[in-house]
C-alpha cells in the first residue's frame, strides 16, 4: 500500500517570491507521482507527473518537481508566484502494481500574499 | 483528456433524505471513480464504477449509504441516501481516458451541504 505526507498544511508567501511544496511518499512497490491543484470552489486539475526518465518534470503554469527515489520525495516549485496561484495543491501516487487506486496527500493551502 | 460535467454544482439537503449526483464524460471510459472531500481535508475513494458490474467499495463505505449506477460507458450517478450532516462534503468523479498512469481528470465537483 502506498502513503502520502505532506508535511506543510498552510504556506503563505509574498507574491513573485519563489515556493516550495514538499511531498514525501511511502511504498513497497514502484510508484507513479502527481501534483494536483484546486482552485476555490473548483474541481482537481492535473500540474504535472513524473512516470519514468527525467527527475525534474515540468508543468503547467510555471511549476516543476523533482523526484527524488532515495529520499522518496517529488516536492513541487515555482520561481515566482502570481496572486492566481492561491489554491489547495495536492500530491498523489498511484503504485505500478494498483493502477485503480489513487492515493492523496492531506494537501497544502497555498495563500500568496500581495 | 475527457471533459466531465457533474451536476449538481451544489445543494442543501434536509437530514434523511437523499441527493443523486450525476456524471457525464464526453467520451467512453471503462472506470470511474467517486470521491469524498470531507471539509478542509483531502479526497478519499468511496468506490469504482465498471459500466456493466457492480461498484466496488472501499472500506468505510458501503452500497446501501451509497448506491451507485453506472448505465453505459460516459455515465454515472452517486446516491448519497439518508443524509446526515456528516455527509457534508465535496463529491467528485474522476475517469482516466487512458493507462491509468497519465492521470486523472475530475468534474468540478458538488457541495453538498445537509441541514
Known amino acids: 500500500a502506498q502513503s502520502v505526507t505532506q508535511l506543510d498544511s498552510q504556506v503563505p508567501v509574498f507574491e513573485e517570491a519563489p515556493v516550495e511544496l514538499r511531498c514525501n511518499y511511502s511504498s513497497s512497490v514502484s510508484v507513479y507521482l502527481f501534483w494536483y491543484v484546486q482552485y476555490p470552489n473548483q474541481g482537481l486539475q492535473l500540474l504535472l507527473k513524473y512516470l519514468s526518465g527525467s527527475t525534474l518534470v515540468k508543468g503547467i503554469n510555471g511549476f516543476e518537481a523533482e523526484f527524488n527515489k532515495s529520499q522518496t520525495s517529488f516536492h513541487l516549485r515555482k520561481p515566482s508566484v502570481h496572486i492566481s496561484d492561491t489554491a489547495e495543491y495536492f500530491c498523489?501516487?498511484?503504485?505500478?502494481?494498483?493502477?485503480?487506486?489513487?492515493?492523496f496527500g492531506p494537501g497544502t493551502s497555498l495563500s500568496v500574499i500581495p | 483528456s475527457a471533459v466531465i460535467s457533474q451536476k449538481p454544482s451544489r445543494d442543501i439537503c434536509q437530514r434523511g433524505t437523499s441527493l443523486t449526483i450525476q456524471c457525464q464524460v464526453d467520451?467512453?471510459?471503462?472506470?470511474m471513480f467517486w470521491y469524498r472531500q470531507q471539509p478542509g481535508q483531502s479526497l478519499t475513494l468511496i468506490a469504482t464504477?465498471?459500466?456493466?458490474?457492480?461498484?466496488?467499495?472501499e472500506s468505510g463505505f458501503v452500497i446501501d449509504k451509497f448506491p451507485i449506477s453506472r448505465p453505459n460507458l460516459t455515465f454515472s450517478t452517486l446516491t448519497v441516501s439518508n443524509m446526515s450532516p456528516e455527509d457534508s462534503s465535496i463529491y467528485l468523479c474522476?475517469?482516466?481516458?487512458?493507462?491509468?498512469?497519465?492521470?486523472?481528470?475530475f468534474g468540478s465537483g458538488t457541495r453538498l451541504t445537509v441541514v
Open positions: 464504477a465498471n459500466q456493466g458490474s457492480e461498484a466496488t467499495y
Open positions: 467520451s467512453q471510459v471503462t472506470m
Open positions: 474522476s475517469v482516466s481516458t487512458g493507462p491509468a498512469n497519465y492521470g486523472y481528470t
Open positions: 498523489a501516487v498511484i503504485g505500478e502494481t494498483s493502477y485503480d487506486k489513487v492515493i
